[in-house]
């Protein structure tokens, strides 16, 4: 009986280092897992910041592009106004646009160059009106 005896007390043995060695295994991996769950969670919270702070910007430009938008409408509003004004201010006086007063003007001797400087006429434009409206001399005389 004695080799019964060894064997079994060689194979508690065997036993015993082999649950002591599943159990620093398991020990080991456990650290392994909370060392990762740590990493993971401060990736998480990492994104999370990043998210946040990305929501923030995205409702920074949305308020923007919302000014932007009122300001565009606001901006078409006095535009139209100073369309139908300008439109009002001709149907007034059609003899006091600046072609008028420039032919006025060239009728009075004025030269291309007085009509461009004075009433913001091209040169061409200029010259037609000084050829078509400048007093000419008698031919009788």
């Known amino acids: 009986m004695e080799h019964v005896e060894l064997i079994a007390f060689i ?38 910041a990043e998210l946040e702070a ?44 600046p072609y008028m007063q420039a032919v006025r003007a060239a009728c009075s001797g004025a030269s291309v160059e007085a009509l461009m400087s004075s009433f913001g006429l091209s040169r061409s434009e200029a010259e037609l009106v000084v050829t078509l409206h400048r007093p000419r001399a008698d031919s009788d005389a």
């Open 11 to 48: 194979s508690g043995a065997a036993i015993a280092v082999a649950f002591a060695l599943v159990l620093s295994i398991q020990r080991g991996l456990r650290a392994d897992l909370d060392a990762l769950a740590r990493k993971v969670e401060r990736k998480a919270e990492a994104q999370d």
């Open 54 to 97: 990305l929501h923030r910007e995205v409702g920074e430009v949305s308020a923007h592009a919302d000014d932007i938008g009122r300001r565009v409408v606001e901006l078409a509003e006095q535009i139209a106004l100073l369309a139908r004004q300008q439109e009002q201010m001709l149907l007034r006086d059609p003899d006091g646009g």
